[in-house]
């Protein structure tokens, strides 16, 4: 396991405790897809995934996301952990988020000449975050497929949830205290 993954787990134990404690849905060293329905179009998910923003509420407590230039996005997961560059990748129908900065995406495009085209809808070894979409069947939205590169499915699935909960409802369900109105509260 990498140092992100290692660190995105650490900081997912903190709010996910029983879930990762129990090797998420998969088991432990289950590396596999989460998947979820989204009622929105499979355009609307991809451009929302891809605002650093947004993916910093959906990572919540655990982390954040910034994006110092286009297309180059760090990922800081757990407080006080040093940032993972990465690099946005759009495919049709999915984007991603390969590890390393502007001089490993050179290096892999001249692989890529060489070696072929990667295989449609395929997820790179590289990558620390992908996000796969389709049309979901009878007009109900998109099916969103994330892939962390973490052994257990936990944190993905929390990722997809509050990412549907955000564009269906505009806002993120939470249990964290809330300011009331009432005076016993002043």
């Known amino acids: 396991m990498t140092n992100p993954s290692r660190r995105l787990l650490d900081a997912a134990a903190k ?3 029983h879930a990762l404690h129990h090797g998420g849905r998969g088991g432990a ?9 989204i009622d929105r179009p499979p355009a609307e998910v991809l451009s929302a995934f891809q605002d650093p923003a947004v993916l910093s509420r959906l990572l919540g407590e655990v982390g954040a996301v910034t994006s110092p230039a286009p297309g180059e996005f760090t990922w800081t997961l757990g407080e006080g952990a040093d940032g993972v560059p990465t690099r946005l990748s759009v495919t049709p129908g999915g984007v991603d988020f390969l590890r ?11 692989q890529d000449t060489e070696g072929g085209a990667p295989e449609a809808g395929a997820v790179p070894a590289d990558a620390l975050v992908s996000l796969r979409t389709r049309t979901a ?3 109900m ?3 969103a497929t994330l892939r ?4 257990t499915g936990a944190p993905a699935f929390t990722v997809l949830y509050r990412l549907r909960a955000l564009l269906q409802t505009g ?10 109105a009432r005076a016993e509260d002043h």
Request: charged share 25%.
């Open 15 to 17: 709010v996910l405790p």
């Open 29 to 37: 060293g289950d590396r596999s897809p989460q998947t979820l329905t």
């Open 100 to 110: 390393g900065g502007p001089a490993e995406a050179v290096e892999r495009v001249e």
């Open 137 to 139: 069947p009878r007009d």
């Open 141 to 143: 939205g998109t099916e």
């Open 148 to 151: 962390l590169d973490v052994p």
């Open 171 to 180: 806002e993120i369900p939470t249990i964290s205290p809330q300011p009331a």
